[in-house]
């Protein structure tokens, strides 16, 4: 999506975060699916402890890939995260490739 391209661009190249539908589409292997299948299909996920703002430690499920987004054209770091208790990922997509990845 260029607008995260160009919001990244305006505050000097760092990283930009945004939340995915999970009905997105997205390219994986050659297919192309929603984010939502692909996730299901790639692995369950692990468990983390976060430390949300406040300091304060929750438990969370995450998984993560490098992904082409239709919609944006271009590759983008994927992340489908679940709080302890919610049944349904959240999916969230960054503009660079290797910062989350750390």
């Known amino acids: 999506m260029r607008f995260m391209d160009e ?38 996920g692990i468990d983390q402890i976060i430390r949300v703002r406040g300091g304060k430690e929750i438990k969370v499920t995450v998984s993560s890939a490098r992904l082409k987004v239709s919609s944006h054209s271009k590759k983008r770091f994927v992340i489908a995260l679940k709080y302890d208790g919610e049944n349904d990922y959240r999916y969230l997509v960054a503009t660079d490739l290797t910062v989350l990845s750390q």
């Open 7 to 44: 919001a990244a661009k305006e505050s000097g190249g760092s990283q930009v975060i945004s939340q995915l539908r999970k009905n997105q589409n997205i390219e994986y292997r050659g297919r192309i699916r929603s984010v939502e299948s692909c996730f299901n299909s790639i692995n369950k």
